[in-house]
């Protein structure tokens, strides 16, 4: 019987612990309609991985059910989040990956649309920022200020966490970005792309611009209590190659609480010299 042909996206979801949230996540998953994609777990939880919990385990038979592929790789030691997605992105073989965090819903047709971003962008990477909508209510237009369109092509852009375009992070707080969604009147199936300093949650990498960056390889150079590695990653893949924010984001933030606790080391100031 020959191999299953490789799907146009993978996703990789790294797990710690989150049981409930990651059977979210994957129902999340298993609504979208397109494109074909897989699912890659790699899962840190002791004793036993988080597949063995009965919600979890139903939604990746779910998945499977459906003819998407899921692998399940119990990977320890741990040694850090930079470790895991560069362990997961030496998994991967399509040339779209989804890095998806472990409490993240996502709209039934996110998928289709950040795909068709991507594509139709020809950038680098292309982010759907996290909604918290416990903050519906909560406007803030003053970390809004720095949300700008972009209205020609997306092209490359350097941004170091000194630079006046890093403050675009404070557009992603709270739920900024359903508040400027609902004033552009973006048509249903639509999307629209704005300048990022970075995405966090749920970012869609043409694969080889990741690799041609160096992906997560800077793993080595630091501890193993560290956050911001997304951060670098795509300060370098958009240095080289472009990255976007798209709108509506369609990924809804669980909410739950970190499980990065310790966030003593900033990878940005290791890696990149900050």
């Known amino acids: 019987m020959p191999p299953a042909p490789t799907p146009e996206v993978q996703v990789l979801i790294p797990n710690f612990g989150r049981p409930a949230e990651l059977a979210v996540t994957l129902s999340g ?14 899962d840190q939880t002791e004793p036993e991985p988080a597949w063995e ?18 692998r399940l790789e119990h990977h320890l030691p741990r040694r850090g989040m930079a470790e895991q997605r560069d362990f997961l992105l030496g998994l991967a073989e399509a040339g779209l990956v989804l890095f998806l965090d472990n409490d993240v819903w996502l709209e039934p047709d996110m998928l289709a649309r950040m795909t068709g971003a991507l594509r139709e962008a020809g950038c680098g990477f292309v982010g ?21 369109l972009w209205e020609g092509p997306v092209v490359p852009e350097r941004i170091r966490r000194g630079d006046p375009q890093f403050q675009r992070w404070t557009l992603h707080n709270a739920a900024n970005l359903t508040h ?20 966090g949650g749920c970012v869609l990498y043409d694969r080889q611009a990741l690799l041609d960056c160096g992906g997560f390889a800077f793993w080595r150079d630091l501890p193993p209590a560290h956050a911001g590695e997304d951060v670098v990653a795509q ?19 669980l909410e739950a609480p970190t499980t990065v606790v310790d966030r003593s080391t900033e990878a940005s100031e290791v890696v990149l010299g900050e």
Request: glycine fraction near 12%; charged fraction near 20%.
């Open 29 to 42: 998953l298993a609504a979208q309609d397109g494109p074909s994609f897989g699912v890659i777990i790699s």
């Open 128 to 148: 759907a920022a996290v909604q918290g909508l416990s903050y519906l209510d909560d406007e803030r237009p003053d970390e809004q200020r720095p949300f700008e």
């Open 180 to 199: 400027i969604a609902a004033r552009l009147g973006i048509p249903a199936g639509g999307w629209r792309l704005y300048r990022v300093a970075w995405v």
């Open 235 to 253: 300060l370098r893949v958009m240095e080289r190659y472009g990255g976007a924010g798209i709108l509506p984001s369609g990924a809804v933030h």
């Open 53 to 70: 919990h009965p919600a979890v385990a139903a939604m990746v038979r779910v998945l499977q059910a459906q003819g998407r592929p899921v």
